[in-house]
C-alpha cells in the first residue's frame, strides 16, 4: 500500500511539473519548427526570466503572478532582438549549425551579465503560495505546483490556439511545414520567423518564474535546463507541439515516480533509458514526422 501511494504522489508531482516544462519546451520546438534552428539560449532565457521576476518582486514589491504582465513583453521584445539582430544574417547555408554557435554565445553573454549583477549564489523566489501546500487525501502538493500546472496549460491553450485558430498561426504553421512553399503563396516568412522566435522566448517569462519558484537557481544553472528542454524535444519530436507536451509528461513523471519510489540518483538514469529506446524504435521521436522540411 506504501508504496501505491508513493507512485501516486510521483505520478501527481510529475504532471504538476511536466507542464511547467511542457511550456518551456514548447517555445524551444516551435523555434525549431517556424526557423529550422536550435536555440540552444532557451534555458538561459529562463533563468533571465526567473531574475526578472526576482528583481519585480524584491525591488518593486510586484508578486510573481502579476508581474508576468511586465515580464512576458520584455522577454518577447529580447527575442525579437535576438532574431532580427543575430539570427536573420544567418544564411541558409550551415543554417543549423551556426544558429548553435550563435544562440550560445548569447548564452554566455547573458549568463555573464547575471554572473557580474547577482554572483553565484542561489537565489529563489517567495511567496506564500511557494511555501504552502494542499492537503488532498493525506497528501501535501504544493500550491505552487497547482497554480504552475493551471498558468502552463492555459499557456499551451493559448499558443495552440495561436497555432490553429488565427492568421498568424496559419503562416507560421505553413513555414513549418514548407518555408519556400510558404513564401510563394505570400506569406512574409521573415516575419512570421521574427514573431515566432519572439513568442518562443517571451513563453520563458513563464516558465522562469515558476521554475524560480519551484527550486532555487543561479546563472549556471541553464545548462542543466537546456539539455532537459532538448531531450524532452527530442523525446517529443523535434517541431511537435505536441509533442514537447508529451515528452515533457514522460520524462517528469518517469523521473518523479522512481525518485519517490525508488532513488533520485537512478531517475535520470532510466529517463534518459527510455529515451534511447524510443529514439531506436522511432528516430524522429514520439510524434515526429519523417518529411524534411525544404528551405
Given at each position: 500500500m506504501r508504496t501505491l501511494n508513493l507512485l501516486v504522489i510521483g505520478v501527481i508531482d510529475g504532471i504538476l511539473t511536466g507542464a511547467v516544462y511542457?511550456?518551456?519546451?514548447?517555445?524551444?520546438?516551435?523555434?525549431?519548427?517556424?526557423?529550422?534552428?536550435?536555440?540552444?539560449?532557451?534555458?538561459?532565457?529562463?533563468?533571465?526570466?526567473?531574475?526578472?521576476?526576482?528583481?519585480?518582486?524584491?525591488?518593486?514589491?510586484?508578486?510573481?503572478?502579476?508581474?508576468?504582465?511586465?515580464?512576458i513583453p520584455v522577454m518577447f521584445a529580447l527575442g525579437i532582438f535576438v532574431e532580427w539582430a543575430f539570427i536573420r544574417r544567418i544564411g541558409a547555408e550551415n543554417r543549423v549549425t551556426m544558429s548553435i554557435l550563435i544562440t550560445y554565445a548569447v548564452m554566455i553573454v547573458v549568463e555573464g551579465v547575471l554572473l557580474l549583477t547577482y554572483g553565484s549564489n542561489y537565489q529563489s523566489l517567495s511567496a506564500s503560495y511557494v511555501t504552502n501546500s494542499f492537503d488532498v487525501a493525506g497528501h501535501y502538493i504544493p500550491e505552487i505546483y497547482v497554480y504552475g500546472?493551471?498558468?502552463?496549460?492555459?499557456?499551451?491553450?493559448?499558443?495552440?490556439?495561436?497555432?490553429?485558430?488565427?492568421?498568424?498561426?496559419?503562416s507560421l504553421r505553413a513555414s513549418m511545414d514548407n518555408a519556400m512553399a510558404a513564401s510563394l503563396v505570400g506569406v512574409n516568412v521573415k516575419r512570421v520567423s521574427t514573431l515566432a522566435f519572439g513568442i518562443g522566448v517571451a513563453v520563458t517569462a513563464i516558465g522562469g518564474m515558476l521554475f524560480g519558484a519551484i527550486q532555487p537557481f543561479t546563472p549556471n544553472t541553464g545548462y542543466d535546463l537546456i539539455s532537459r528542454l532538448l531531450s524532452i524535444v527530442v523525446l517529443g519530436g523535434l517541431g511537435s507541439v505536441g509533442g514537447a507536451l508529451g515528452g515533457a509528461m514522460v520524462m517528469l513523471i518517469i523521473e518523479d515516480v522512481v525518485s519517490t519510489v525508488w532513488s533520485p540518483t537512478w531517475a535520470p538514469l532510466l529517463y534518459f533509458a527510455v529515451l534511447i529506446v524510443v529514439l531506436l524504435i522511432k528516430p524522429t521521436g514520439i510524434f515526429g514526422r519523417q518529411a524534411v522540411r525544404s528551405q
Open positions: 511542457a511550456l518551456m519546451a514548447a517555445g524551444l520546438t516551435l523555434i525549431f519548427g517556424v526557423l529550422d534552428m536550435i536555440n540552444i539560449a532557451q534555458g538561459i532565457f529562463v533563468i533571465l526570466g526567473s531574475y526578472l521576476s526576482l528583481i519585480l518582486e524584491q525591488h518593486a514589491g510586484i508578486g510573481l503572478f502579476p508581474g508576468l504582465i511586465i515580464t500546472f493551471i498558468l502552463s496549460v492555459a499557456a499551451v491553450v493559448v499558443l495552440y490556439a495561436i497555432l490553429y485558430r488565427t492568421r498568424l498561426g496559419t
